[in-house]
């Protein structure tokens, strides 16, 4: 069926270390891809996408790279603070119908 | 300029009632979707909207509609709530490509059914 699986359901890294989450997804036929950080009581917050026709992309400490080979994602976060703490989807989406598709989502949690 | 936003925050309501929850997108933005949000779980998607039709479905019984409105604004109804309907309802707004573009989310509707 259709999913989008995170390896790691929860991260714990010191401040000022660097971070990565990982994502795998299933549909080959996905075009784009969305990295989304979520705060307890809030609406998911776009960090970063990448196209499919692409293998990596920065952003302002963050990374994203693309695996289409595998099938895999990921997200790097530069000198993690403790703002950074939430949890991480990443999305993929799939042309027909504009349907994203998320992952259970990883929880970040940065120690001071 | 106002992100998308949702309303209303919170709701809630007793099995078998009727809700209707709202969204404005983004200015500009003519694609609305709509997702669901259980505790634990990431958002799964109901619907999708652009230009005012329905470009996308989830796996989400008849209970579940929607519609959009020509100022771009949406609406998601849920007849006969069950309690297995509490969620987070998530909007969100896409730009002029609609499809394969950044989709930006509002802070949802929290449905409490009792």
């Known amino acids: 069926g259709e999913s989008v699986g995170l390896h790691l359901p929860t991260l714990s890294v010191q401040e000022g270390d660097n971070s990565i989450i990982n994502c795998a997804y299933s549909n080959s036929a996905s075009d784009y891809f969305i990295w989304y950080k979520q705060e307890s009581g809030k609406g998911p917050q776009f960090i970063i996408d990448?196209?499919?026709?692409?293998d990596k992309r920065q952003g302002q400490r963050v990374t994203v790279l693309l695996n289409k080979t595998v099938k895999h994602l990921s997200l790097q976060i530069a000198a993690t603070q403790p703002g950074d703490s939430a949890v991480y989807f990443c999305a993929e989406n799939i042309p027909q119908g504009g349907k994203l598709i998320f992952g259970q989502g990883t929880e970040l949690s940065v120690k001071p | 300029d106002a992100g998308v936003t949702q309303s209303p925050t919170h709701l809630i309501k007793t099995r078998g009632q009727h809700v209707t929850l709202r969204c404005s997108p983004i200015s500009g933005h003519k694609s609305v979707s709509w997702y669901q949000q259980v505790l634990g779980q990431g958002p799964q998607f109901i619907f999708q909207y652009y230009e005012k039709e329905e470009r996308g479905r989830g796996n989400f019984p008849d209970r579940f509609s929607a519609r959009q409105f020509p100022n771009y604004s949406s609406e998601l109804n849920v007849n006969a709530l069950l309690l297995g309907d509490s969620a987070l309802y998530l909007c969100a707004s896409r730009g002029q490509g609609g499809m394969n573009t950044e989709a930006f989310f509002g802070q949802g509707t929290r449905l409490t059914v009792v």
């Open positions: 990448i196209r499919s026709n692409m």
